[in-house]
């Protein structure tokens, strides 16, 4: 299982504690309420879809999420305007991170986050300093098990050649999932394309993968890892990327 997939794993399950303080479900409206500016109808927006299907998959309230929907479409004045802002840094060791945020207020999101990239031995960079190191993809994931770990019943072989027929540009497969990479272009469409053939996905976003990932010994690694989770505990960020390379045995050790 590749580091992003493994990362998400343990990320999902420790979601509980997220969504007992609220803030699991305020970032899934923000996301929302974004993705809603292009259009309020998920059928004809398909980045409004994938935000719901996530909201969904958090057992939020249908309320919440049509909430979410008006208030991005602009039926509902009653919520602050939330816009997407990117911010470059380094992590310790030269480690490249990408930090995307749902905010309201930049002064606010740009403070805390210099507090704790500062307070790490990391910084933030220029626009530009690090982007380029990373290529924005589609990614999809299907499960070969279930959380019990009893297997799904997911034919990796059938869903490799469904994929690439598709137009995918890689499929990962490992013992637990199957990942699917696609160019932005082509998310859609391949993403679209697998559902119709049966292939549910436990997972599906744009996301920003390294071009080149860096290995570091596991004292080292384990303190990125620790700004990364300090960097997601602040209410502003939705996503962080990093080019850290993820082994099973670090993830194990983390989880």
């Given at each position: 299982m590749s580091g992003h997939s493994k990362w998400s794993t343990i990320k999902r399950k420790k979601g509980a504690a997220d969504a007992a303080r609220g803030k699991l479900f305020t970032r899934l409206a923000r996301e929302i309420q974004v993705a809603a500016r292009s259009g309020a109808d998920p059928s004809t927006n398909f980045t409004l879809r994938l935000a719901v299907d996530k909201a969904r998959a958090e057992n939020m309230p249908k309320e919440n999420i049509e909430r979410a929907i008006r208030r991005g479409?602009?039926?509902?004045?009653?919520?602050?305007?939330?816009?997407?802002?990117?911010?470059?840094?380094?992590?310790?060791?030269?480690?490249?991170?990408?930090?995307?945020?749902?905010?309201d207020n930049r002064n606010r999101t740009i403070s805390e986050l210099r507090r704790v990239f500062t307070k790490a031995n990391g910084a933030l960079g220029e626009p530009g300093s690090v982007a380029w190191q990373f290529t924005e993809k589609g990614y999809i994931v299907f499960n070969r098990v279930d959380d019990d770990g009893a297997p799904t019943g997911l034919d990796p072989d059938a869903l490799f050649m469904a994929a690439i027929e598709s137009g995918a540009e890689d499929v990962e497969i490992s013992d637990d999932v199957v990942e699917v990479y696609t160019e932005r272009t082509a998310f859609a469409q391949v993403s679209q394309a697998l559902d119709e053939q049966g292939f549910k996905a436990a997972q599906a976003e744009l996301l920003m993968r390294p071009n080149n990932t860096i290995e570091l010994a596991a004292e080292e690694a384990a303190s990125v890892l620790a700004l990364v989770e300090a960097i997601e505990e602040l209410d502003d960020v939705n996503k962080v990327y990093h080019n850290l390379e993820m082994t099973e045995a670090m993830m194990a050790q983390f989880a």
């Open positions: 479409a602009g039926l509902e004045k009653d919520g602050a305007e939330i816009e997407t802002v990117v911010y470059e840094g380094y992590g310790p060791h030269g480690i490249a991170m990408l930090v995307e945020c749902l905010t």
